[in-house]
């Protein structure tokens, strides 16, 4: 059973225009939702993390947008750039618990 | 500060040899360590996590053992590599609750 769901698989967008990511949980005894960037040979890296109590969360062109009562969290990329192509995964995590449960990824390309 | 060291970042091995992926975690004392692997669709797997020396815990039952030897290492192991067992394997480590870090991954190719 999946307990995070991310969409899309794919996704392709222009220079400068915005990429969003959309995930959803079921577990409602998750207390942190962060965002993963891996580019193509490396592993994943934290990229932005929000916890329920805030509805949104921004780092420079990256915002977390989070959706309690929906049980959905999304990631929006501004302004996108080619050097942010890369698969971004979003995780939750439970409290107590080391171990985040994460999406399947999305695959994003942004061409210039 | 702490860092992850993963090696070889790429392996070709033959089918039914013998595997050995180190790990080992620095600027920081008993760190949660993970084994988790990435097959071609992206997706993370997990496979192993251990929470001290000597203490393994199996998520998937497979060709695969890991072992931890010493409080920043951790290893994975087969004694007979299956063409299935191809794909990319990321150690990570964590230590505070929120904390949680990727090694640079290893390449696997079973032929």
């Known amino acids: 059973q999946q307990q995070v769901k991310q969409s899309p698989q794919s996704l392709i967008v222009q220079k400068g225009g915005i990429s969003i990511i959309n995930c959803a949980y079921e577990?409602?005894?998750?207390?942190?939702f962060p965002w993963y960037q891996q580019f193509p040979g490396k592993g994943p890296a934290l990229l932005i993390a929000?916890?329920?109590?805030?509805s949104e969360k921004k780092e420079g062109r990256f915002t977390i947008s989070f959706n309690k009562s929906a049980k959905q969290f999304s990631l929006h990329i501004m302004d996108s750039q080619p050097g942010d192509s890369a698969t971004y995964f979003c995780?939750?995590?439970?409290?107590?618990?080391?171990?985040?449960?994460f999406g399947r990824g999305t695959s994003l390309i942004v061409h210039p | 500060s702490q860092t992850i060291h993963q090696w070889p970042a790429t392996l070709v091995q033959p089918v039914g040899s013998p595997l050995s992926l180190e790990c080992t975690v620095e600027?920081?004392?008993?760190?949660?360590l993970y084994w988790y692997r990435q097959a071609a669709g992206r997706g993370l797997q997990l496979l192993f996590y251990?929470?001290?020396?000597?203490?393994i815990s199996s998520e998937v039952p497979q060709n695969l053992s890991a072992s931890r030897p010493q409080d920043r290492q951790f290893i994975l192991s087969s004694k007979k590599l299956l063409l299935s067992d191809s794909g990319f394997y990321l150690c990570?480590?964590?230590?505070?609750?929120?904390?949680?870090?990727f090694g640079s991954g290893t390449r696997l190719t079973v032929v």
């Open positions: 990570a480590w964590s230590v505070q609750v929120y904390g949680y870090t």
């Open positions: 577990n409602t005894a998750f207390d942190y």
């Open positions: 929000i916890r329920p109590d805030v």
């Open positions: 995780a939750a995590r439970k409290g107590g618990s080391y171990i985040p449960t």
């Open positions: 600027g920081t004392s008993n760190p949660n």
């Open positions: 251990s929470v001290g020396i000597g203490q």
